[in-house]
């Protein structure tokens, strides 16, 4: 294995690119990306072969922003006969068995771009008599099995597929690391969904729990009309929602919400302290994180779910030192603090970050 493959959306190649090289050589493990504008993925290549393994063992997918799935890739097939497409994948699948062990779980994935879309339905279709193909012989378990690595099978034509893996302790969570959720028929907005997918894929089950205990508090800054509100509402909390804009009227009915037409900026907790704030307002990315700052290390809020949205250029550069100067600040308090920034599948120009407190003093 020599390379790593990074899953991305269509137009962040180089921001992927980046970052994998940043991390790649935090860990002292040296290489070049590969990629072509607009693709949807990335290959960082290691300049030693046995870095490929180490690199997949040290860089979880959940620590990095613009990945939405890593791969350790093992060999590449091309001119695949498209009346037996099976037969080299699975001898393939076999010789990496061999070292690695039986495999839990099969994904055959596609780009998410135009030209990768056109492989969707064979992608689908495919899986089927391969991963009938890969049990026979047990290359994969007969059941699903999360504790076990991941197969990846990445067609990138109708003739031409990467096959690699991901390992069991950072789990693939989903097929082309795209997190379909249907959305709410009653919530106010589309933005109803990136709050979602931070919560589902970001936040733990412990976490979860901690930050949406029953009867908790909320304030949402830049609230309208009340997607992001919507959701902690579903989930138990009682919001402000600050905002010059109309909020949704079904929102105001609940009872859980009281709406502020304020700026978030110099806004506070009407009872002096949350548990939680969002913040959704389109401003620079280092004011936002200033403000957010401000809110944990003052606590007024114990936890902070946020977007920044992104410029033109040098997105990773502004996303790096946005989080660093947040970050700085929080390791001069007492408390542990769990920070995560990803680029969701739901976000447009923009990515996401979650900070939950450790232990509340
Ligand atoms: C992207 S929208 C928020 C969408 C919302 N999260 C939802 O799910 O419906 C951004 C909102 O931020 C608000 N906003 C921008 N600057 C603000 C400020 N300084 N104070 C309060 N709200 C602000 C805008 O009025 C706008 O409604």
């Not at 109708?158 to 069991?168: E, H, I, T, V, W």
């Amino acid at each position: 294995m020599s390379s790593l493959l990074a899953y991305c959306r269509t137009g962040y190649e180089a921001d992927t690119a980046k970052e994998l090289a940043q991390r790649a050589g935090e860990l002292n493990l040296y290489g070049y990306p590969q990629f072509n504008a607009g693709q949807g993925y990335v290959h960082y290549h290691l300049y030693n072969s046995a870095d490929g393994k180490r690199l997949a063992q040290q860089l979880p997918l959940s620590s990095t922003v613009f990945p939405r799935q890593l791969v350790a890739v093992c060999e590449t097939l091309d001119e695949l006969d498209k009346a037996d497409r099976i037969t080299p994948i699975v001898d393939a699948v076999a010789s990496l068995v061999k070292v690695s062990g039986p495999f839990g779980r099969l994904l055959v994935e596609h780009a998410d771009t135009d030209a990768g879309r056109e492989l969707a339905k064979f992608c689908r279709k495919f899986s089927v008599p391969l991963r009938q193909a890969l049990r026979k012989p047990g290359l994969i378990s007969q059941k699903e099995n999360l504790h076990q690595a991941c197969l990846h099978v990445f067609f990138t034509g109708f003739d031409q597929c990467q096959l690699g893996y991901s390992l069991a302790q950072f789990p693939a969570a989903f097929e082309n690391g795209i997190c379909r959720l249907k959305f709410p028929p009653a919530a106010p907005s589309r933005s109803t969904l990136k709050l979602e997918e931070a919560i589902v894929t970001m936040l733990d089950v412990s976490q979860r729990e901690r930050v949406f205990r029953s009867g908790g508090r909320a304030v949402d800054l830049g609230a309208c009309p009340g997607g992001w509100t919507y959701q902690l509402v579903q989930r138990g909390l009682f919001v402000e929602a600050i905002d010059n804009g109309l909020i949704d009227e079904a929102l105001m009915a609940t009872g859980q919400v009281q709406h502020f037409a304020a700026d978030g900026f110099t806004y506070k907790p009407q009872m002096g302290r949350v548990d939680l704030l969002v913040c959704d307002m389109i401003e620079q990315p280092d004011r936002v994180a200033k403000l957010m700052g401000d809110w944990l290390v003052n606590h007024w809020a114990d936890h902070a779910i946020f977007n920044l949205k992104l410029p033109m250029k040098k997105r990773y550069e502004c996303v790096e030192s946005a989080i660093s100067q947040l970050e700085k600040r929080l390791q001069k308090l007492k408390t542990t603090f769990t920070l995560r920034v990803r680029h969701l599948y739901h976000n447009r120009d923009e990515v996401t970050v979650s900070v939950i407190r450790g232990e509340i003093e």
